[in-house]
């Protein structure tokens, strides 16, 4: 069964610090990975798709890796803002399209 | 385009009624969807995957009878509660796909359910 963590779980950082975020996940035999933004009480917005055979994917101030043999992604946001602050979620997908997801983790940029 | 959409954004309800979600692709056909619950500071949990014209797919430890699944229409799905209780109060997401090619899931804003 697919396990996915994410470290850490909450994270507070002034504006303007460039920051990573870490997903893993326990069997490597994934389809895609997405990370995700999910503000508080609301649905979710795709960031970022990375393809089983890619190694990384680029939005704006946005970059996530895949290593998929070691199991790992990282987000990397450049230049936080304020309004960066949201829950990142990490997925990842199998063969029947299904996600599942980290904990998240929790962002607050600070003014 | 890819826009995911869900009805009713919230719902309070009494113990033992039954409440009906919808969810639509807006600007393409989707001949699966996927439900999840979350609840508060938690991660999403996938509970059915839904197919067009055909029976739910459900994950271990989710009651079918419980959480009807209704795939109607290659736009449409819908998810019931049938008699609901407090416990089933959380936040419900629905998701979608229209890449054969990546598999790219979009996601509805989401229902929140608070059953009294």
């Known amino acids: 069964k697919q396990e996915v963590t994410q470290i850490p779980a909450a994270l507070s950082v002034p504006e303007g610090e460039n920051l990573v975020l870490n997903c893993s996940f326990t069997d490597s035999a994934i389809y895609n990975l997405q990370w995700f933004r999910q503000d508080p009480g609301k649905g979710l917005t795709s960031l970022l798709l990375?393809?089983?055979?890619?190694r990384e994917q680029t939005s704006g101030r946005l970059n996530a890796s895949l290593d998929k043999s070691s199991g790992r992604s990282t987000l990397y946001i450049a230049a936080s803002q304020p309004g960066d602050s949201a829950t990142y979620l990490c997925a990842v997908s199998g063969s029947a399209r299904q996600l599942t997801f980290g904990s998240g983790t929790q962002l607050t940029v600070l003014p | 385009g890819a826009v995911v959409s869900q009805h009713p954004s919230w719902v309070i309800c009494k113990s033992g009624t039954s409440v009906k979600i919808e969810c639509r692709s807006l600007?393409?056909?989707?001949?699966?969807m996927f439900w999840y619950r979350q609840f508060p500071k938690q991660s999403l949990m996938l509970m059915a995957t839904?197919?067009?014209?055909?029976?739910?797919?459900?994950e271990q430890g989710v009651e079918k009878d419980k959480f009807l699944i209704n795939h109607a229409s290659l736009t449409l799905s819908t998810l019931t509660v049938t008699s609901a209780h407090p416990e089933d109060s959380s936040f419900y997401i629905c998701?979608?796909?229209?890449?054969?090619?990546?598999?790219?899931?979009?996601f509805g804003e989401g229902s929140r359910l608070t059953v009294l």
């Open positions: 990375i393809q089983s055979s890619q």
């Open positions: 839904s197919n067009e014209g055909s029976k739910a797919t459900y």
């Open positions: 600007d393409f056909q989707a001949t699966t």
């Open positions: 998701s979608a796909t229209f890449r054969a090619d990546t598999g790219e899931l979009f």
